[in-house]
C-alpha cells in the first residue's frame, strides 16, 4: 500500500513498573496498519500481544520508540477505538440496547448529544443489534443471552461509536467451536461493510488465518516481531476453505513459527 499507515510503531518498547522491578513486556516492535486493513499477532503466552493493543489503545505508554495514529503521537486513550476482549463485560443490571448505548454516554461528541438525542441513538443501537442477529433480544438482560449472543452485543457496543480502529482481545476463547466460527464470519462481514481497520490479537492461528489479511508472529517476551505473513487467500473466505491445502499450510507454518519461539528465549539487547 503507498497510502500514510493509520497506525504506526516504530521499534517500540514498553515496560510494566520501572526500574529493577520493570517487566519488559514489548522490545523494539515495528508495524503499520493501513485503513481498512485486518490484521492478527500471535504468539506464545505472555509474548506482549495484549499489551501491543494497549500501546495503540493509548492505554499505557511506550517506554520508548515512535507510536503513532492518524500520523499523530498517542499521549493518552483513543476515543477512536473500539474494544472488544474475551468476556464481554456487559452490564448485568442494563439490558442490551442500553449496553451497546454505553460508549456514547462516554465518548464525545456523542455524551453531549446523548439527552437530547437519546431516542436516535436507541434506534440506531437497535439497528445495530438486529444486524447481527439479535433481533427480538434488544430488551433482553444479558444473563439471558448465551455466550455466543453476549459477545455479539459485545461487538455492537465496540461499533457504536464508529471507531476508526476496532481491536480484539481473544474475542472468541472461550465460545464452542461451532459458535466460534460463526462469529468469526459475523466478524468478516461487519468488517466488509464498515470498512473498520482491525487488529485481532488470538492463540486460535485458524482465527488468524480465516480474518486477517496480514498475520504478525510475536516471540517470547519481551515481544518482538518474528514475521509478518500475507494472507494470501483470497475474499470473502467461506468455513470450507479453513480445509484448503493453502490453509492448512498458513497454519502450520505459523504453528512451526511459534514452536521455535517458545523453544528459544529471546535476550533483550
Known amino acids: 500500500m503507498t497510502t500514510a499507515a493509520l497506525v504506526r510503531l516504530d521499534r517500540v518498547s514498553?515496560?510494566?513498573g520501572r526500574g529493577d522491578a520493570a517487566i519488559h513486556a514489548v522490545e523494539q516492535v515495528s508495524l503499520e496498519i493501513h485503513k481498512g486493513e485486518f490484521i492478527a499477532v500471535v504468539g506464545p503466552s505472555g509474548c506482549g500481544k495484549s499489551s501491543l493493543l494497549r500501546l495503540i489503545s493509548g492505554l499505557h505508554p511506550p517506554l520508548a520508540g515512535?507510536?503513532?495514529v492518524e500520523g499523530k503521537p498517542v499521549a493518552g486513550p483513543i476515543k477512536s477505538v473500539g474494544m472488544v476482549f474475551q468476556n464481554s463485560n456487559l452490564l448485568p443490571w442494563r439490558k442490551v440496547v442500553d449496553n451497546v448505548l454505553l460508549p456514547l454516554e462516554i465518548v464525545e461528541p456523542h455524551r453531549s448529544r446523548i439527552r437530547r438525542e437519546r431516542r436516535s441513538y436507541r434506534e440506531k443501537s437497535i439497528e445495530l443489534l438486529e444486524s447481527v442477529g439479535l433481533s427480538g433480544f434488544t430488551e433482553k438482560f444479558p444473563w439471558q443471552?448465551?455466550?455466543g449472543m453476549q459477545q455479539r452485543a459485545s461487538i455492537c457496543r465496540?461499533?457504536?461509536?464508529?471507531p476508526e480502529?476496532?481491536?480484539?482481545?481473544?474475542p472468541f476463547g472461550a465460545l464452542d467451536a461451532f459458535t466460534r466460527e460463526d462469529l468469526w464470519c459475523l466478524l468478516r462481514d461487519l468488517q466488509a461493510a464498515r470498512a473498520v481497520t482491525v487488529m485481532l490479537v488470538?492463540?486460535?492461528?485458524?482465527?488468524?488465518?480465516f480474518l486477517a489479511d496480514?498475520?504478525?508472529?510475536?516471540s517470547n517476551r519481551p515481544g518482538r516481531i518474528v514475521k509478518r505473513l500475507d494472507v494470501s487467500i483470497g475474499r470473502p473466505r467461506d468455513i470450507e476453505v479453513t480445509y484448503s491445502t493453502e490453509f492448512q499450510a498458513i497454519v502450520h507454518e505459523l504453528r512451526g513459527l511459534i514452536g521455535r519461539t517458545v523453544e528459544s528465549v529471546v535476550e533483550p539487547d
Open 145 to 147: 443471552l448465551s455466550g
Open 158 to 162: 465496540a461499533l457504536i461509536h464508529e
Open 14 to 16: 514498553m515496560a510494566y
Open 66 to 68: 515512535i507510536l503513532t
Open 214 to 218: 496480514t498475520v504478525y508472529v510475536m
Open 202 to 209: 488470538t492463540h486460535d492461528l485458524r482465527e488468524a488465518v
Open 165 to 170: 480502529i476496532l481491536m480484539l482481545d481473544e
